[in-house]
């Protein structure tokens, strides 16, 4: 398998032409779905397995897991100030970083689930209620100087949960740990 394979094991995202109702509902399922789908695919696994890179020079199983509650905060976050300010600029992490941090290399994973549940649960509530004209709401986005706007958005974070969960999968199943 090629480093882009490894990095990109669920493949890059593309962002549709348009956002459809259904498409959305698909964005969804993913994103209600995320948390229990992330537990069950970490839950029995030894400290040591979660202390397992997914690729070489890549992030442990542990650090993509708070890595996704981090990111997920941060697009809830984000979501939140699309809806009550018109076109805010949000702020910028170095997810790189947050990474290396102490609760991301070395904390046990349950409080980054709890995490997950609780902000997919007021995520998905958000989105469900979201009206036609809150979903082509926009944020400004200044490190890629980019306007994203909220349907568009959505659509990425369904793709990040898939993006994520499939390092752990194919990482398991390549070990063997299934």
Same mark, same amino acid.
């Given at each position: 398998? *090629? !480093? #882009? ?8 995202? /593309? ?14 399922? /993913? =994103?209600?779905?995320?948390?229990? %789908? =992330? %537990?069950?695919?970490?839950q029995d696994l ?17 650090? /993509?897991? *708070?890595?996704? @509650?981090?990111? &997920? ?8 100030? @699309?809806?009550?300010?018109? *076109?805010?600029? =949000? ?8 990474? #290396?941090?102490?609760?991301?290399? $070395? ?9 997950? #549940? +609780? !902000? &997919? #649960? ?6 469900? $209620?979201?009206?036609a004209e809150q979903?082509? %709401? ?5 490190? $890629? %100087?980019?306007?994203?706007? /909220?349907?568009? $958005?959505? +659509?990425?974070?369904?793709? &990040? ?5 499939? &390092? =752990?999968?194919?990482?398991?199943? @390549?070990?063997?740990?299934?």
């Amino acid at each position: 398998m *090629n !480093i #882009e394979q490894q990095k990109y094991p669920a493949g890059k995202f /593309v962002k549709p032409e348009s956002v459809t109702p259904e498409l959305m509902k698909q964005y969804l399922m /993913v =994103i209600s779905g995320f948390p229990s %789908r =992330i %537990r069950k695919e970490v839950q029995d696994l030894t400290e040591e397995q979660l202390d397992t890179p997914y690729r070489a020079e890549g992030w442990t199983i542990r650090q /993509v897991v *708070n890595h996704c @509650a981090d990111s &997920h905060m941060n697009s809830l976050m984000r979501l939140k100030l @699309a809806l009550t300010e018109n *076109n805010p600029v =949000i702020k910028p992490y170095f997810e790189d970083k947050w990474a #290396e941090l102490p609760d991301s290399k $070395n904390m046990p994973v349950e409080s980054a689930l709890k995490m997950l #549940e +609780g !902000i &997919h #649960e007021r995520w998905s509530v958000l989105i469900k $209620n979201l009206s036609a004209e809150q979903m082509k %709401r926009t944020f400004f986005h200044p490190e $890629n %100087r980019i306007k994203f706007r /909220v349907d568009e $958005n959505i +659509g990425l974070y369904a793709w &990040h949960c898939d993006h994520h969960l499939a &390092h =752990i999968t194919r990482l398991k199943n @390549a070990r063997g740990w299934d």
